[in-house]
């Protein structure tokens, strides 16, 4: 299989917070999935069962799928009560049912700054444990993401959880520009978590400073790993999180939000686009 048959999503709430306007870009460029993260400023985890439903439909008049729910679920610190966010969990498990997909985005919780993320292993998998049951008895997927600060932030921690968990139920999302954000090189984490690797967030960025740039524009090694993805016939998602501009919810995603250089996320999320169309075209 070719990579660029492989089916392209996105988080299109970067295009503009009007639901309508996120169809109808995604329209243009023919891609048929978006991996919901939110939804006329509304995040996806705080959505009520009606509120979804109007979604849903508003998506299947546009021949949109989800391809994943882009939960927060993880971002949470490790010290933090969790008994109420497996309930927010439930909740968005109930939410993929109604939005047709397996797939369920997902992290391994924050340890808290000066601290050393080994002390909170037994802790960090024993949350995970629990949520990977409680997917396994609704037959949903979670698919845990390298981000800034949590504990799976590098290729070898990230190792260790798939070592632990991995399976049907617990598979792992690539996002390049985070690895690069922590000083993770791309290259070894992608021969330490190739087995493991089912889903890919494509964006890029500078090891320098951590700005985040069009995919192949930065030091996350986009195309060599897209070659090694081809290789291996990779057959999941891949889905555009450009981070080229200041969207609205990137202050909650972000501790840090630096000035962006586009300003129109229409533009933005067609440039992340096009430079994504030609690294599936080298």
Partial sequence: MMLRDCLISGFADEINRDFDVQLKTLQELGQKYIELRAADGIGVADMTTEQAKGFHDRMSAAGIR?????????????????????????????????????????????????????????????????????????????????????YGDNAKRCLELFEALAGEHFRCIFDFANFVQCKQDTLEAYRMLEPYIAYVHVKDALMADGEVVVAGEGDGHVAEIFGLLEKKQFQGFLSLEPHLTNFSGLETLEASVRRKKEQDGIDAYKKAYGGLQKLLNL
Avoid: W
């Fill in 66 to 150: 989800v391809s994943a729910i882009g939960s927060p679920i993880g971002k949470i610190g490790i010290t933090d009560d969790f008994e109420p966010h497996f309930e927010k969990f439930r909740h968005v498990v109930e939410l993929a049912k109604l939005f047709d997909t397996q797939n369920i985005r997902m992290f391994s919780f924050y340890i808290p700054q000066g601290e050393r993320p080994e002390d909170y292993r037994e802790e960090v998998i024993r949350r995970l444990a629990r949520m990977k049951e409680y997917a396994e008895e609704h037959q949903v997927i979670l698919f845990h993401e390298n981000e800034k600060g949590i």
